[in-house]
């Protein structure tokens, strides 16, 4: 079962604008944890946050803000005034409690045009 | 910032050869992990390593892949037999506890099976 969900595979937005990518996620546990992880065109895999499951306060860091929502088992990230250097694939994962292993969504491509 | 360390950054290898795939993970990190991302696809987790011993498995990781950390600093993904299949950017990862700890992966090797 796909515990992950990245319904936007691609957004192309121009310099500057906001830019919101979802990410939903399913799992019966009542405790674990949800990343999202940056993939520049040069394919290293870039950790940008962790939140655990009992810390639904929203997280800025940055351009970067993620809004995480219990009730709707969404863990949202915001890059605010886009600069070309966003450019990458963004995927959002999930750990269980208890478990080794992160489980990543699709990921979605966002493309900064100058 | 410390750095999970992988080589080679890229092999190619004829169908049928074995190919070893070396990691040298963050040093006060506990556990180590490989996951595989071919082309345009989602990062998926192959296997966990604690305390010289797998501690889980995904269905990918049958008989045909092997892990070790013979000397205890590099940590190795051994492939045997390549199929053009398994075409696909490696990524050796490494945390220091178990779920919810943040997963740091390396820059990748890629494999390309000819």
């Known amino acids: 079962a796909q515990k992950v969900t990245q319904a936007q595979t691609e957004i192309s937005v121009v310099e500057k604008e906001d830019v919101t990518l979802d990410c939903v996620y399913e799992t019966r546990d009542t405790t674990y944890y949800l990343f999202w992880y940056k993939q520049p065109p040069s394919g290293e895999l870039v950790f940008l946050i962790r939140?655990?499951?009992?810390?639904?306060q929203n997280e800025i860091s940055g351009r970067y803000s993620w809004n995480f929502q219990k009730s709707t088992s969404s863990f949202n990230f915001t890059i605010t005034a886009s600069q070309v250097v966003d450019s990458a694939v963004y995927f959002c994962a999930l750990s269980e409690a208890g478990d080794y292993k992160l489980s990543f969504g699709a990921g979605t491509t966002v493309t900064v045009r100058a | 910032e410390p750095e999970v360390t992988q080589t080679p950054s890229h092999q190619v290898t004829q169908m049928g050869q074995e190919v070893i795939l070396r990691c040298v993970p963050i040093s006060n990190h506990l556990y180590f992990y490989w996951y595989r991302q071919i082309l345009g696809q989602k990062v998926e987790f192959l296997v966990s390593?604690?305390?010289?011993?797998?501690?889980?498995k995904s269905e990918i990781f049958d008989d045909q892949f092997s892990v070790e950390r013979p000397d205890g600093s590099n940590f190795t993904l051994k492939i045997r037999s390549t199929k053009l299949e398994d075409s696909a950017m490696y990524f050796c990862?490494?945390?220091?506890?178990?779920?919810?700890?943040?997963?740091?992966f390396g820059e990748g090797s890629w494999l390309t099976v000819v």
């Open positions: 939140r655990n499951s009992f810390d639904e």
């Open positions: 390593f604690y305390n010289n011993e797998i501690s889980e």
């Open positions: 990862a490494t945390s220091r506890g178990l779920s919810g700890n943040t997963i740091y």
